[in-house]
Nanobody
């Protein structure tokens, strides 16, 4: 069974950086794009960035110029490099591909 696992979350000061990873097991991402979402309690899940197997990427306006999504050569891991973090980036970050979601990783940015 295909499973997604996120890692790399944590606590960081405003202006700092974190790199999240989403790794697939039990299969591959296949032909599907991989999406990063984030969610704050009480709010809808928000799309952050996406990447295709060909490396085409898209970003939410709120993170453009600060976040970078990338993939490994094997198409088994997708990264989200987050720089110049703001307190407003605090959320649980989820990886999504096809019908699968990861369990999420908490990112907390202190002011």
């Amino acid at each position: 069974q295909v499973q997604l696992a996120e890692s790399g979350g944590g606590l960081v000061q405003a202006g700092g950086s974190l790199r999240l990873s989403c790794t697939v097991s039990g299969g591959s991402f296949g032909a599907y794009p991989v999406w990063w979402y984030r969610q704050v309690p009480g709010k809808q899940r928000e799309l952050v960035a996406s990447i295709t197997k060909y490396g085409d990427s898209n970003y939410a306006d709120s993170v453009k110029g600060r976040f970078t999504i990338s993939r490994d050569v094997a198409w088994k891991t997708v990264y989200l490099q987050m720089d110049f973090l703001k307190p407003g980036d605090t959320a649980v970050y989820y990886c999504h591909c096809g019908a699968e979601w990861g369990q999420g990783t908490q990112v907390t940015v202190s002011s």
